[in-house]
Structures are given as C-alpha cells and as structure tokens.
C-alpha cells in the first residue's frame, strides 16, 4: 500500500520540513508500508515492540520494494535477495551493498506518524 501526502506543516529555520502521515495504526506492528511524500518514496516500518523506522523504499542492491521486506527488532529483509538492514542505522549486512538513507520519524502524543524531510 502507498500513501500519498501532499503538503507539509511546519518548516524549521534549517529547511527541515514536517509531515503528518496519519496514525501509527495504518502500520501493522512487523510490517512497513512506503508514503510518498515530497515526491519521494519513504518506507516507514513498525517493528512489534512499537518503533517506527523511516528509510528509503528500495533496497539499494536491486530496487526490492523494502516495506514488502520481513520486519525484525532493529531489521529489514528485502524481499529480493534477502539482504539485510540495520533500521537504526541502515548499515547492510552484506558489505558489497551501500547503506539505506535513514529519515527521523516519531509518534506524537495522539499516535501519528511524524517524518522529517530536508
């Protein structure tokens, strides 16, 4: 499933913009779902224990479509080729592959996703 969002709410002196995706419950815990936001494709995943993770929606050694990938305490596996990534710091588990783009996202106290975008 991919999620449109259009438009921002606030901007920080740094060009950093905020965007309300909507409630953690459109993410089931262990799963990721990719939102478009900016024009770019951003993969957030939710892991069991209830923490968000934003990266890039492919995965950089064959474009695999990251949010499909199996969901683990701090990791992504891509769909494709099974290579792994560290959601904290998007480090690959197979050195021949770069690292995932890591984006700052938080829930609020009204359970919604926020993501930061520069």
Known sequence: MTISVSSG????????????LGSIEQI???????YVV?????AIFRTRD???YATQ???????GPLAD???????????????QFDLRTGAPSMPSCTALTLYPVT???SRNIVLQLE
């Open 38 to 42: 900016a024009g770019r494709q951003i």
């Open 69 to 83: 990938g199996l969901v683990g305490s701090h990791t992504v596996l891509c769909p494709l080729h099974s290579y």
């Open 57 to 63: 929606a492919h995965c950089p050694h064959r474009n």
């Open 9 to 20: 709410v606030s901007t920080t002196p740094r060009t950093t913009t905020t965007y309300h």
């Open 28 to 34: 089931p815990p262990g799963e990721g779902r990719v």
């Open 50 to 52: 209830d923490t968000l």
């Open 107 to 109: 829930v609020d106290s």
